[in-house]
C-alpha cells in the first residue's frame, strides 16, 4: 500500500515521532548531524586541503549562503514531489524555526515513506556528487559544504528511516510534517 486518504479499520497509533518536541530524539538527531558533519567535513579535508576553504573568500562564501538556502526549500520539494508521486493529494509547507518541512495528511506504507524520507539525501547527494567532479578543486568547497549540509542535515530523515524499518510491514505513516504518526493494525503482527 503506498498512500491512503483514511486510515483503515483496525489500525490505530504504534508510535510517534516528533523531533521538535521530543527533547530526547532532538538531542540524539542533532548529535547525529554534527557527526556526520564532522565525518565528512574531515574526509572533504583529505580530498581538499583546508587552506582552500579557509581562503575561500567572500564571494563563494555568498555562493554558499544563497545555495544552501535554495537547497532547503529543494529538499522540501523532492519530499514533496515524492509525497505527491506516491498519492498524496496536498502537500503543506512550513519553517518551525528549527526545521524545514513539507508535510500532508495522507497515510503512506512503510517502503514508499521510506523512500518520501530519503529522496532528497539520494537525488542531491547524486547532483552535488557530479557538480563535485565536474567544477573542479577549485570550487570544491563550495559543493562539499552544500554535500555536507544534505547528509548532515537528513539526520532527521535517517532517524526516521531506522525507526521505521525496525517496524512490521504493514504500518502506515502520516507526516504532518513536524511529526510522524506510526499507525499498525490491530492486533499487531
Known amino acids: 500500500m503506498n498512500c491512503v486518504e483514511q486510515l483503515p479499520e483496525g489500525y490505530g497509533e504504534r508510535a510517534k515521532i516528533d523531533l521538535q518536541r521530543n527533547k530526547k530524539e532532538a538531542l540524539l538527531v542533532n548529535g547525529l548531524s554534527l ?14 586541503s583546508f587552506s582552500e576553504l579557509i581562503g575561500m573568500g567572500i564571494y563563494k562564501l555568498a ?33 518551525t524555526g528549527l526545521y ?60 526516521v528511516t531506522f525507526k521505521l524499518s525496525r517496524m512490521p510491514g504493514d504500518i502506515l505513516v502520516q507526516d504532518s510534517g513536524v511529526s510522524m504518526v506510526v499507525y499498525g493494525s490491530y492486533p499487531p503482527h
Open 35 to 48: 557527526l556526520l558533519l564532522l565525518a565528512l567535513g574531515t574526509v572533504g579535508g583529505q580530498l581538499v
Open 63 to 95: 555562493v554558499v549562503v544563497i545555495s544552501a538556502l535554495i537547497y532547503l526549500a529543494l529538499h522540501e520539494l523532492t519530499h514533496a514531489v515524492c509525497m505527491k508521486y506516491y498519492g498524496a493529494k496536498k502537500v503543506k509547507f512550513g519553517y
Open 100 to 159: 524545514a518541512y513539507a508535510g500532508c495528511d495522507a497515510y503512506f506504507g512503510k517502503k514508499a515513506y521510506i523512500v518520501i524520507a530519503l529522496a532528497p539525501i539520494v537525488v542531491w547527494g547524486v547532483v552535488l556528487l557530479i557538480l563535485n567532479l565536474l567544477m573542479g578543486q577549485e570550487w570544491f568547497w563550495v559543493i562539499w559544504l552544500l554535500q555536507c549540509g544534505n547528509l548532515s542535515g537528513a539526520a532527521g530523515d535517517l532517524y
